[in-house]
């Protein structure tokens, strides 16, 4: 589903609710949302100022969630209306007059052979997609339950983004002392502002910084998911935010608990200033490994298993190699060897 879908797909439910459809500015921010760009991105291609466009961003969101009930915002966009769009297609099946048996042999047919490897980009969702870090799962829950917080460490492309998914997902089961869990992709928070801002949101507290903050969380126990963490080191935020995170996070019962998604050691990462970060102090690493030989082998297998399709031993051979082990440019290939069986078959 892409951006002009999805902008096509929320006009119709506009309609549908006897809304009026976005307007002119509204599309943009809403194209700009869909496709995770920062408002200095969007700025670029319209005439508005970027404080306009952020006094309208947040209107946005705020129209979506009262006028047609989808809970989206700038941090979180795509998820809920993905979500909504499935349930209206499912809605649809529901409606439809009953298909004979030889329509159903077809659909099966049809799904049979819908390409398996996906998402190409960004971090896997779906529980049934998840695949092979349960060890790294357990050492999170382990330091988690052990008062730790906890940083994952790995390459571009290795699975981060979708281990700390699934951290989320699993919090009820795994946590000994709960915890409410809050995902926050910082590719998509402009500035330490915007990232307070989509904190207390998340949360559900009044929005806020500083002290207020610390009074507002006192009564909170908050797993933070804070994914692409190197953005900390971009212009826009200061090491006295890694200082208020490290002081909300520290002690057996403090209001946050902290699982960072980072491409090198804190220590690494943050050094422009005392040679340290705050935060490497109270985060324990785990780090992301690519797959060996054997899990990128039975990664193919499962993928392949609901299909009509085989891929040789040379072929699997290669798409091994070439991969270097990547979950997403495993994911890729096979996407694009799957693609020239199914263009073969028509």
Same mark, same amino acid.
């Given at each position: 589903?892409n951006?002009?879908?999805?902008?096509?797909?929320?006009?119709?439910?506009?309609?549908?609710?006897?809304?009026?459809?976005?307007?002119e500015?509204?599309? #943009?921010?809403?194209?700009?949302?869909?496709?995770? #760009?920062? =408002?200095?991105? $969007?700025?670029?291609?319209?005439?508005y100022?970027i404080?306009?466009?952020?006094?309208k +961003?947040?209107?946005?969101?705020r129209?979506?969630?009262?006028?047609?009930?989808?809970?989206?915002?700038?941090?979180?966009?795509?998820?809920?209306?993905? =979500?909504?769009?499935q349930? *209206?297609?499912?809605?649809?099946?529901?409606?439809?007059?009953?298909?004979?048996q030889?329509?159903?042999?077809?659909?099966?047919?049809?799904?049979a052979n819908?390409?398996?490897f996906?998402?190409?980009?960004?971090?896997?969702?779906?529980?049934?997609e998840?695949?092979?870090r349960?060890?790294?799962?357990?050492?999170?829950?382990?330091?988690?339950?052990s008062?730790?917080s906890?940083?994952l460490?790995?390459?571009?492309?290795?699975?981060?983004?979708?281990?700390l998914?699934?951290?989320?997902?699993? /919090?009820?089961?795994?946590?000994?002392?709960?915890?409410?869990?809050?995902?926050?992709?910082?590719?998509?928070?402009?500035?330490?502002?915007?990232?307070?801002?989509?904190l207390?949101?998340?949360v +559900?507290?009044?929005?806020?910084? +500083?002290?207020?903050?610390?009074? /507002?969380?006192?009564?909170k126990?908050?797993?933070?998911?804070?994914?692409?963490?190197g @953005?900390?080191?971009?212009?826009?935020f200061?090491?006295?935010?890694?200082? #208020?995170?490290?002081?909300?996070?520290?002690?057996?019962q403090?209001?946050l608990?902290?699982?960072?998604?980072?491409?090198?050691?804190?220590k690494?990462?943050?050094?422009?200033?005392?040679n340290?970060s705050?935060? /490497?102090?109270?985060?324990?690493?785990?780090?992301i490994?690519?797959?060996?030989?054997?899990?990128?082998r039975d990664?193919?297998?499962r993928?392949?298993?609901?299909?009509?399709?085989?891929?040789?031993?040379e072929?699997i $051979?290669?798409?091994?190699?070439e991969?270097?082990? *990547?979950?997403?440019?495993?994911?890729q290939?096979?996407?694009?060897? =799957?693609?020239r =069986?199914?263009?073969?078959? @028509?």
């Amino acid at each position: 589903m892409n951006s002009e879908e999805a902008l096509k797909f929320i006009n119709q439910l506009f309609v549908d609710h006897k809304k009026l459809v976005l307007n002119e500015l509204e599309e #943009k921010l809403f194209v700009g949302f869909w496709e995770e #760009k920062i =408002y200095d991105e $969007i700025i670029t291609e319209n005439n508005y100022s970027i404080q306009y466009l952020r006094e309208k +961003g947040p209107e946005l969101c705020r129209r979506i969630r009262k006028e047609l009930g989808i809970d989206v915002k700038k941090t979180n966009f795509k998820n809920p209306i993905k =979500y909504r769009y499935q349930q *209206h297609l499912e809605q649809k099946v529901l409606e439809q007059p009953e298909r004979s048996q030889v329509d159903e042999n077809v659909a099966r047919h049809e799904n049979a052979n819908i390409n398996p490897f996906i998402p190409l980009h960004g971090r896997v969702e779906n529980p049934e997609e998840f695949f092979n870090r349960e060890k790294e799962l357990r050492q999170v829950f382990e330091h988690l339950n052990s008062y730790s917080s906890v940083v994952l460490i790995g390459e571009e492309g290795v699975g981060k983004s979708s281990l700390l998914w699934a951290i989320k997902r699993e /919090a009820e089961i795994h946590l000994q002392l709960m915890r409410q869990p809050v995902f926050l992709d910082l590719n998509v928070v402009d500035d330490e502002d915007e990232f307070y801002s989509e904190l207390c949101h998340e949360v +559900g507290i009044p929005e806020c910084k +500083g002290n207020k903050l610390n009074r /507002a969380l006192r009564d909170k126990r908050v797993l933070l998911l804070l994914d692409n963490v190197g @953005k900390m080191t971009e212009q826009g935020f200061t090491r006295q935010m890694r200082d #208020k995170l490290r002081g909300l996070a520290e002690g057996s019962q403090a209001p946050l608990k902290l699982v960072l998604a980072a491409s090198e050691s804190l220590k690494d990462l943050f050094n422009d200033s005392y040679n340290t970060s705050p935060l /490497a102090g109270i985060c324990q690493e785990v780090y992301i490994e690519p797959w060996d030989e054997a899990t990128g082998r039975d990664f193919i297998s499962r993928r392949l298993a609901k299909t009509s399709v085989s891929f040789t031993e040379e072929e699997i $051979i290669k798409l091994v190699e070439e991969s270097g082990g *990547h979950p997403r440019r495993l994911m890729q290939l096979c996407y694009e060897n =799957y693609a020239r =069986y199914r263009e073969g078959m @028509k």
